[in-house]
């Protein structure tokens, strides 16, 4: 009422004020929502450990203090957050093209193996940049072409991407496991079958000041390099195209097919990369330690980060503090290191579940539009 | 060669350190132990029936004694997590001994971190420890095969077929012996005993133990007993099929309340409390330790229902055997393929160096390593 009566100068100035408003408003929608979510699973997850009888204020402290409190807290987060960048760009390509690929996990094993496989010929001579050049290439190249299947398989035979690359994960580490327990297993290890070590002085160091290995930056920056590659080129806006509607697309005379098979290709190599800083930067060798999980993990990185490759980075670390912490969390409540699996559990079905919120609460509408 | 015989000697000299210091060092004396805080990682589940509940089990009875404070933590993969679930422990729990209890954790992770923290003594529970590695860390470990062979002289005389079934995770040094080891304390009491194995090619892969007990009982053993991770499914199973079975690792007794005959378990807790004890004292700890029944590191589990009078009586007379150094290994034994191991009259010392590398099967076991 009090607008009515304002002069006409100040009048447009409100509207303008209001349109900014309007604006963040709709923008606060993706900000507001997945706070809500985490709040609520938190909520959620206290009264899961109010019934198992534990005190959920000093659960989020441990949290706290295991993940981020201190110096060492911060880099045991970020040691277990590289992986996850990684395989999270794995589920975050594909599904701009509606492709939901969770068998990321079988590109890592293949590409930490691919990595460890080219070396063994070449550790004697090659200078360690040589080597750790060819192996991450080879990584990329194993991981690419995994995946890549997967996408071709869904293209030319209708094949489901999701079961395949999950089965497909099967068959990864058969024949992880094949070569490393027969042919390429170095004899110098009796009791862990493995390949050959590439030695100390041809591993990835850490980023100096830290304990953390190189390729967390190198995964920032590939998740901004895939952003710009998914949101400012012809490339990224045909696959969104291809999501968005793939009949539509095709009618447009986008190469859907390669549209996927290329996405894949890229998803496949950058969950390789995973593969090959496990070999370089960690255990030196390719054996069965290889198959952690990180693959599994990307993909409630990449949901919770609704598949944007820069929203991808403070998940991860979200996630790899989370994960950081349940060793303090065990040790000090006593409770099983399930705990904060059911965290992620919680996290992730509530995250699914806001998913359908979007667009839908009049709140975040404009005016004009509602 | 001669690192094993250097191992061999550093062992022996250790082992009866260890032992005169138990003898001298009274629990008043640990109580001056101050503020000891030891910290535990799990690759499993502590309640596993197997490994770790071995290690769980003396966990439990470190934590009685006074001034030690134990901080566990189970399910701890062999990846950069072990490194810092233990760097965790060290930083924010303060802990200044650490047993690492999974064979993946010593390379490198346990060697990196006892570079990096030179006031906290590293222990891990397999023989890998050599001269050049850190000071402060080192390896400790039981000769389970003294006990496995005590279990085989009560199964020799529990069995009617003459047959023992064998289920075995992966063909390498420690698990071969403990077959060879079975097999001849069967034949001490039974010269007719066989014994029939089947590898499942993993440490911990329930289905498949399942299966291979069951083979095994098809094929006319009576009596049953495993080298895995998790014996449960072994153990289980025989009881539901009605044939008698041998433990390993830890006690299986409560599974088979019927067919439990005995079991071969390590004792950690002999070594951890030793190590408080030592630390406690302000003496050095040793870098490999090591040793059977004579040092009190292996133990075999109380006789259940399987077990008779008379092979109650023979177990109990082998054990001191052991215990009082009377060799296993008595010749004439012939490897699987017919070769001479041992000529009449001919043995080996129960710490016989040679027999850690073990990488055959001998006359009497059948089944293939390949």
């Known amino acids: 009422m009090a607008e009515t009566t304002e002069a006409p100068g100040l009048t447009v100035q409100s509207g303008f004020l209001s349109e900014l408003f ?12 997945p706070l809500l979510a985490l709040i609520v699973s938190g909520v959620l997850f206290s009264i899961f450990l109010l019934l198992v009888g534990k005190s959920p204020a000093d659960f989020f402290a441990l949290v706290w203090r295991g993940g981020f409190g201190t110096s060492f807290s911060w880099q045991n987060t970020l040691v277990r957050s590289a992986p996850l960048i990684f395989t999270a760009l794995c589920v975050a390509i594909p599904a701009r093209l509606g492709l939901v690929i969770i068998g990321g996990e079988g590109a890592l094993v293949l590409g930490g193996f691919a990595a460890a496989t080219i070396a063994i010929p070449m550790i004697d001579w090659a200078p360690a940049y040589l080597l750790l050049g060819v192996m991450a290439i080879a990584a ?3 991981g690419g072409i995994w995946i890549g299947i997967v996408g071709a398989l869904r293209h030319y035979r209708g ?10 994960f099967y068959i990864a580490v058969s024949i992880l496991n094949f070569f490393v327990e027969g042919a390429l297993r170095d004899p110098s290890d009796p009791n862990k079958p493995s390949t050959k070590p590439l030695g100390a002085d041809n591993m990835i160091g850490v980023i100096p000041g830290t304990d953390v290995h190189w390729g967390l930056l190198i995964g920032i920056l590939l998740c901004c390099a895939l952003y710009l590659l998914m949101n400012r080129t ?52 390719a054996n ?3 198959i952690a999980g990180y693959g599994f993990t990307g993909i409630l990185v990449s949901f919770l980060a609704r598949h944007n490759p820069l929203v991808i980075v403070p998940v991860a670390i979200f996630l790899g503090g989370i994960a950081a912490s349940g ?44 | ?32 132990a101050g503020n000891l805080t030891v910290g535990i990682v799990y690759v499993g589940p502590r309640d596993d029936f197997g490994w770790n509940q071995a290690h769980a089990v003396a966990a439990a009875a470190l934590k009685d004694v006074p001034g030690v404070t134990v901080v566990e933590e189970e399910n701890v993969p062999e990846t950069i997590a072990a490194a810092k679930s233990m760097e965790s422990m060290i930083n924010l729990d303060g802990a200044n001994l650490i047993f690492a209890t999974s064979f993946g954790y010593y390379k490198p992770f346990v060697l990196d971190l006892a570079a990096k923290y030179p006031d906290v003594e590293f222990r891990h529970a397999a023989p890998l420890w050599t001269e050049g590695d850190p000071k402060n860390a080192g390896s400790y470990f039981g000769y389970l095969d003294q006990a496995h062979y005590v279990d085989a002289v009560a199964a020799g005389l529990s069995t009617t077929s003459n047959k023992l079934g064998f289920v075995a995770a992966k063909p390498i040094g420690t698990v071969l012996r403990n077959i060879n080891s079975f097999l001849l304390g069967a034949r001490k009491v039974n010269p007719d005993a066989t014994v029939q194995v089947i590898f499942t090619g993993e440490w911990s892969m329930p ?17 049953l007993t495993c080298h895995v991770d998790g014996p449960k499914v072994v153990i289980e199973t025989a009881e539901s099929r009605g044939v008698k079975c041998c433990g390993h690792n830890a006690s299986q007794a409560p599974l088979a309340p019927k067919g439990f005959i005995t079991g071969a378990e390590y004792k950690w807790e002999t070594i951890y409390k030793m190590f408080a004890a030592d630390l406690a004292e302000g003496e050095p700890l040793p870098n490999f330790t090591g040793g059977g029944f004579d040092v009190d590191f292996v133990r075999n589990t109380p006789y259940g229902a399987g077990a008779t009078e008379a092979a109650i009586a023979a177990a109990d007379a082998a054990r001191a055997d052991v215990t009082a150094g009377k060799p296993i290994f008595v010749g004439p034994i012939n490897k699987q393929d017919g070769t001479p191991l041992l000529a009449a009259g001919a043995s080996f010392d129960n710490y016989e160096p040679s027999l850690d590398q073990t990488d055959y099967l001998i006359e009497g076991v059948t089944g293939s390593i390949t």
């Open chain 1, 159 to 168: 094949v489901n991407e999701t079961i395949a690359s999950l089965l497909m």
């Open chain 2, 1 to 32: 060669m001669s690192k094993f015989e250097l191992s061999r000697r550093t062992l022996l000299q250790s082992s009866a350190a260890g032992l005169a210091l138990l003898s001298s060092a009274s629990l008043s004396r640990l109580a001056q």
């Open chain 1, 234 to 285: 012809t490339f990224g806006f045909a696959a969104q195209i291809a999501g968005g509607n793939l009949r539509a697309a095709q009618a447009q005379g986008l190469p859907v097919g390669k549209l996927m098979v290329i996405s894949c290709a890229i998803a496949g190599a950058c969950a390789g990369l995973a593969g090959f800083f496990e070999v370089a930067a960690i255990h030196g060798k």
């Open chain 1, 22 to 33: 309007d604006r963040f408003r709709r923008s606060a929608e993706f900000v507001v929502i």
């Open chain 2, 207 to 223: 289905v498949r133990e399942a299966e291979a007990a069951n083979a095994l009982v098809d094929a006319g053993c009576d009596v």
């Open chain 1, 288 to 290: 069965a330690s290889l």
């Open chain 1, 327 to 370: 060793g303090l969390v065990q040790r000090r409540m006593d409770l099983p290191d399930a705990t904060v699996l059911v965290l992620q559990g919680l996290l992730f079905l509530v995250i699914l579940v806001s998913e359908t919120f979007y667009g839908r609460l009049s709140f975040f509408r404009s005016k004009g539009a509602a």
């Open chain 1, 140 to 142: 990329m190249m194993a």
